[in-house]
């Protein structure tokens, strides 16, 4: 399965005994964190080989929305004019590719869960974590992982 933006979907399978127990704790997991976590995203570092790439042009990241560079698996957002955000497109919840921002929000196809497009936290569960965050720079007319 692929969403708009021609992200394989991790392929489903039949829920066992197990499975199903494991989403109702993370589902509850989320809830006890007041909606699915208050905490700020962990510093990470950029997945490896992407240090120092320009990864999108300036021009191709619309303002209060974004896009996914399928490529490196980053979200680059553009909540208000001039500020960037780079956040992992794995969603933390069970690793499905998060769709492109769009109205401040960074929305994961699987499950529902959102997430703020200029923080990365979690918005709305069942993820129990905010997106990762990536540093980066602009560079004259491209944005910069560093
Ligand atoms: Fe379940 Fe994203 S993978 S909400």
Known sequence: MSDSDGFTMPARSTPTRRNVIGAAGA?????????CGTGEPAPASVPPGVKGQV??????????????????????????SGVFK???????????AVSRPA?????????????????????????GAPLVEFPLKVEGDGIVML
Request: some cysteine; glycine content about 14%.
């Open 27 to 35: 589902v509850a997991c989320g809830a006890a964190l007041a909606g």
């Open 86 to 96: 780079a956040f992992s497109a794995s969603c933390p919840h069970r690793g499905c």
């Open 55 to 80: 990864i999108a042009k300036v021009a191709d990241v619309p303002v209060g929305g974004g896009t996914v560079i399928h490529k490196w698996k980053i979200v680059i957002a553009q909540p208000t």
């Open 103 to 127: 109205d401040g929000l960074i929305r994961c196809p699987c499950h529902g869960s959102e997430f703020d497009a200029t923080s990365g936290k979690c918005l709305k569960g069942p993820a």
